[in-house]
């Protein structure tokens, strides 16, 4: 962690604090270590950055530490000012369903300069020994300086107890170029980006107001909350009623009563009408390939199976012939749209809730609940059977859509 810069700094027998530049080279240089006061030699050669070293070798360790401490206090006291750290204060509380919700107030504003009214070294406040502690219209800043030791938590909860505001500079990855001269020194700790704050007493006082004013913001987004659960509930209400009617509706559709009205209505259905010009059969003489008993057939619809079925034999494969090729989607509109063969609506009700209120849904219709896709799709693989259709697998632009083609064309009762 500790660079390997060598002591720039020595205690000038006159002049207090040097930087090694500011004295004459070797012994001539008058200084001695600022923290075993062993006599220094200043070494400025011209290969190695200019440093001081012990005379005669001891085994002091606290040479470098003692200087750079010494140095920093020393610059900070003679520019009076410091380029403080931003501070931004940011407060977090979470809502009544687990949603952090923050608050921030810049405490104080990146590039922030403040000049002292005072700076003292050393102080004892409260117990507490600081490195610097300076004094800003009748409030204080400690500033504590780190090179080798950090201030400990135990330090730091202190100064938070005694609510004193305080910064740390931290000089513990200085490079050589760091220490050359004065000038660079104080670059480097005038740089807000090596401070850090330890205490803001203004955070201290703010943060209180901070959590009043979450507070009162979450206590607006639990109310909407309410609200939201309030037309969700609502929502789902509906949605309850227009499926429970649609189940109603297709178990009245799909009753035995229901088809057998149907079923008498047959021979008579505009579809049959139309369609049976085009087809060689009579209504008692339709083949089975055109009166084939898939789930549903005889309801959705709204016709008897034959009168749907004939209505797609005679157009899709009469009349456009060996080699057309139709899919379900095309199929089921032509049915729909075009020959009036309408299916419930209440279908699309059921297949858009079912999935969502399952508890609704009654055993006997959970099973055979279809739409009129799957219904063709059996009829389709039925006259796949016949020989008469070929399936060609599914239809890329629509899911549960197949294609098929004509193949054969069966005018003769089988
Ligand atoms: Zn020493």
């Avoid at 610059?75 to 952090?100: A, C, F, H, M, W």
């Avoid at 931290?170 to 807000?192: E, H, T």
């Avoid at 189940?247 to 057998?260: C, G, R």
């Avoid at 049976?276 to 199976?305: E, H, M």
């Amino acid at each position: 962690m500790i660079t390997n810069i060598r002591l720039p700094f020595g205690l000038h027998q006159d002049r207090g604090l040097v930087h090694v530049d500011e004295v004459s080279g070797g012994k001539k240089c008058r200084c001695v270590c600022p923290s075993c006061f062993a006599p220094l030699i200043a070494a400025k050669g011209n290969l190695k950055q200019h440093h001081f070293k012990h005379a005669v070798n001891t085994s002091c360790e606290n040479g470098l530490e003692s200087a750079v401490h010494l140095a920093a206090k020393k610059i900070i006291k003679e520019k009076n000012s410091l380029t403080l750290p931003e501070y931004i204060l940011q407060v977090s509380l979470k809502d009544n369903r687990g949603i952090e919700h923050y608050e921030n107030e810049i405490i104080v504003k990146k590039g922030s300069v403040i000049s002292f009214d005072n700076i003292i070294e050393e102080k004892l406040i409260q117990n507490i020994k600081v490195d610097l502690l300076a004094r800003i219209n009748n409030k204080y800043l400690a500033v504590e300086i780190f090179y080798r030791h950090k201030v400990d938590d135990e330090k730091s909860n202190k100064i938070k107890d005694i609510g004193l505001s305080a910064i740390e500079i931290n000089l513990s990855q200085l490079k050589v170029n760091d220490i050359k001269n004065w000038d660079s020194f104080w670059l480097y700790i005038n740089n807000p980006e090596n401070i850090a704050w330890l205490h803001n007493v203004k955070a201290d006082i703010e943060k209180d107001k901070l959590k009043q004013r979450l507070d009162v913001k979450i206590k607006e987004v639990e109310k909407r909350y309410i609200e939201e659960d309030k037309i969700f509930k609502m929502k789902q209400e509906k949605e309850k009623k227009i499926l429970k009617k649609s189940i109603a509706k297709i178990e009245q559709l799909s009753s035995l009563e229901s088809i057998n009205k149907i079923k008498k209505l047959g021979v008579s259905h505009q579809a049959w009408i139309n369609a049976k010009k085009y087809i060689p059969f009579s209504w008692d003489d339709i083949p089975c390939f055109l009166n084939v008993n898939t789930p549903n057939c005889d309801w959705i619809y709204g016709c008897d199976r034959r009168v749907w079925q004939v209505s797609v034999y005679s157009y899709f494969i009469l009349k456009l012939g060996v080699g057309a090729l139709f899919t379900t989607k095309n199929v089921d509109k032509w049915l729909q749209n075009t020959v009036g063969c309408k299916v419930p609506s209440e279908i699309k009700s059921v297949f858009t809730y079912k999935n969502k209120y399952p508890q609704l849904i009654p055993n006997r219709i959970g099973e055979s609940i279809t739409s009129s896709w799957k219904t063709l799709n059996i009829f389709f693989r039925c006259l796949c059977d016949y020989g008469i259709l070929r399936y060609l697998g599914p239809d890329d632009s629509k899911s549960g859509s197949y294609l098929y083609e004509v193949i054969s064309i069966k005018t003769q009762k089988e």
